[in-house]
Antibody, heavy 122, light 108 residues
Framework: QEQLVESGGGVVQPGRSLRLSCAASGFTFSNYGIHWVRQAPGKGLEWVAVILHDGTNEYYADSVKGRFTISRDNSKNTLYLQMHSLRGEDTAKYYC???????????????WGQGALVTVSS | EVVLTQSPATLSLSPGERATLSCRASQSVGTYLAWYQQKPGQAPRVLIYDASNRATDIPDRFSGGGSGTDFTLTISSLEPEDFAVYYCQQRSDWPPLTFGGGTKVEIK
């Protein structure tokens, strides 16, 4: 069945960088857009970014624009989130989630990974 | 940006009772509204999409309604596994994709 597995989380100092990965299996990865959604401890869900199925376009939340970059390698069935200039408010569990649309963004998240925890602290 | 406001923040009910959750949008989203359930320590999962359509394998005790700016999620008779946090999400106006702040359904 469809599966998404995040990795790369950890503790990082403010101002430093970190890259998250999301490995996909059980579906044709190159046919679907993939989102990153984060959740600060004890808080609600915040959408972070999305990349189209073929990597030709991305969208970002204002809170991360210019600091985070979403990318994908369809040959490896893997999504990435490169995070620079990290701040305390970036501390959260980061989920990758599949968009439900086939080769088009529907902005509905039908499968989610279990998340990777990123803690920004000195 | 479409702001989604969920109420109440917490709903205290007993198993077998009916739960009614509300989500209000700051502007019309048509019927492009989804509901997600999140249990402690788990990822969210989609329950309802396009206001009233149940996602795959979702029991029929879950139902959604509404259009425009006012939406409801109803759980007709709460099962023990239904105590969780519920989020609404709009996909009418993007980016960004936006979520409501959540409603926690807890055991009374």
């Amino acid at each position: 069945q469809e599966q998404l597995v995040e990795s790369g989380g950890g503790v990082v100092q403010p101002g430093r960088s970190l890259r998250l990965s999301c490995a996909a299996s059980g579906f044709t990865f190159s046919n679907y857009g993939i989102h990153w959604v984060r959740q600060a401890p004890g808080k609600g869900l915040e959408w972070v970014a999305v990349i189209l199925h073929d990597g030709t376009n991305e969208y970002y939340a204002d809170s991360v624009k210019g600091r985070f970059t979403i990318s994908r390698d369809n040959s490896k069935n893997t999504l990435y989130l490169q995070m620079h200039s990290l701040r305390g408010e970036d501390t959260a569990k980061y989920y990758c989630a599949r968009d439900s649309g086939l080769r088009v963004l529907e902005w509905l998240l039908d499968h989610w990974g279990q998340g990777a925890l990123v803690t920004v602290s000195s | 940006e479409v702001v989604l406001t969920q109420s109440p923040a917490t709903l205290s009910l007993s198993p077998g009772e009916r739960a009614t959750l509300s989500c209000r949008a700051s502007q019309s989203v048509g019927t492009y509204l989804a509901w997600y359930q999140q249990k402690p320590g788990q990822a969210p999962r989609v329950l309802i999409y396009d206001a009233s359509n149940r996602a795959t394998d979702i029991p029929d005790r879950f139902s959604g309604g509404g259009s425009g700016t006012d939406f409801t999620l109803t759980i007709s008779s709460l099962e023990p596994e239904d105590f969780a946090v519920y989020y609404c999400q709009q996909r009418s106006d993007w980016p960004p994709l936006t979520f409501g702040g959540g409603t926690k359904v807890e055991i009374k």
